[in-house]
């Protein structure tokens, strides 16, 4: 908090991106967060370019074939959105554009730079699974500013400070369980109560210092805030709001649907994501079908 009380990584212009890279190097010296990857610093510099050059991105997600094959498969999956079928690095990049397809590069780096076997393997499968309903719920239910690929990205992101913790903090694991069951407090203030930070925090400093949009960042850094979700008390924008609702609703319909990724958040979110949505519980239902076949699809 700052000396009005107020909390700096609130904020979404400069002062906020200033005070998020304070908190960054602060937090650098104790938590691993893992570096951001070339190749995004690499499209960054070519979208900064007065006249961007898409063939010369191309060439450099190109040269990784196993990005560029999972960026062709991202493209084409219904929760990025796109009517027509992606066939090549080239056919992405003319329909999702620099600045989407950076957040793609950015989303499929994201597992690549954490450990993927055991519990952190069932942790990304249900991280992919949300993703992918929150892409599809964001184009199902067409609310103003709510963007698929956005959603899709802040499905993947918005919990990977839980991974980096696990990694980091001796007993997190522990704190975990527990913050997953505590239906009353807020999950950030159980981690809390036992370590001097919690995974929203060290999500958004990732989220920023991986150049994701500010929406984004704040949306992760703000998604088990229940006041955060409210129109009259929230300074969050109503995009980073629905960002939250469409990802806790899919996670929501991935907990009724398959049994998964089982957490108290709904009883305490719920009753607030919907009308974000413009949608209630009937409407969910009648979703069903379709979702199922979303988790289905996930490999």
């Avoid at 964001?138 to 990205?153: I, W």
């Avoid at 929406?215 to 109503?238: M, T, W, Y």
Wanted: proline share 5%.
């Amino acid at each position: 908090m700052d000396e009005n009380g107020r909390d700096p990584l609130m904020n979404t212009g400069s002062a906020g991106r200033a005070a998020l890279a304070t908190a960054l190097e602060d937090n650098l010296r104790v938590i691993d967060i893992p570096p951001r990857p070339l190749i995004i610093d690499r499209i960054r510099g070519e979208m900064l370019q007065e006249n961007p050059c898409l063939r010369r991105v191309g060439q450099l997600i190109n040269a990784d074939v196993g990005l560029a094959a999972a960026l062709i498969k991202t493209a084409s999956s219904s929760s990025f959105g796109l009517r027509a079928r992606v066939r090549s690095v080239a056919d992405a990049l003319m329909l999702l554009g620099l600045d989407v397809t950076s957040r793609a590069v950015a989303a499929i780096s994201l597992r690549r730079a954490f450990p993927n076997s055991g519990h952190y393997l069932r942790f990304w499968d249900a991280s992919a699974r949300v993703a992918a309903l929150s892409g599809w719920l964001a184009q199902e239910v067409k609310r103003p500013g709510l963007d698929a690929a956005d959603a899709y990205t802040f499905g993947l992101f918005r919990d990977c400070g839980i991974v980096i913790l696990l990694r980091r903090l001796p007993g997190y694991m522990q704190t975990l369980a527990r913050a997953n069951g505590d239906g009353d407090r807020p999950f950030t203030a159980v981690e809390r109560t036992e370590h001097p930070t919690d995974h929203a925090v060290i999500g958004a400093l990732m989220a920023v210092d991986w150049w994701l949009p500010d929406d984004i960042c704040q949306a992760i850094r703000h998604h088990h805030d229940r006041a955060a979700l409210a129109p009259v008390e929230s300074e969050l924008s109503p995009v980073c709001r629905r960002l939250i609702a469409v990802s806790q609703t899919a996670e929501h319909l991935l907990q009724e649907l398959r049994g998964a990724s089982h957490t108290q958040e709904w009883a305490k979110l719920g009753e607030a994501c919907l009308p974000l949505l413009g949608i209630n519980e009937e409407d969910l239902r009648q979703m069903h079908a379709g979702a199922t076949a979303i988790i289905d699809a996930v490999e």
